[in-house]
């Protein structure tokens, strides 16, 4: 690649990152499930879940339009309003940066006594210098 006299060899490209700031970036950005669920089931669960809520709309709303039959009700399309309830809430909501769900990793080990608690003070404090990105 050539390079014009007013440039510097090396610029243009992204700047090489340390493990160091690599590890403080991963901790930030990479997120993990933390629904109890595996990661990879989200894909059709989410779906799923849409799936199911409209099918059951659309069955009581069925139901209703069969009743209201039933009893000699003429009726078109206009003058058939239904409350549409929903069949329960359910949302998505994004997964927790990699370096809270290590934290709390770390915390629930002190509590149920699987480590130190002064280790374990000192690898939390460690974490969170990685997390602002300040050294020690």
Known sequence: M??????????GRARRKSPQEKKRLSYRKDR???YGENDKSSRRNI???RRAAH????GRERLALERIRAYGG???????????????RWRKWPDAPLGEL?????????RVGMDAPERNAERIER??????????
């Open 55 to 58: 099918h059951a709309l659309r």
């Open 47 to 49: 779906p799923l879940a």
């Open 74 to 88: 003429q009726l078109d399309d206009g003058q058939a309003l239904f409350a549409r309830r929903t069949t329960g």
């Open 102 to 110: 290590v934290v709390g990793g770390l915390r629930r080990r002190a």
């Open 2 to 11: 050539r390079t014009s006299p007013e440039q510097q060899p090396g610029e």
């Open 127 to 136: 974490v969170r210098r990685r997390l602002s990105g300040r050294s020690r």
């Open 32 to 34: 993990r499930n933390n």
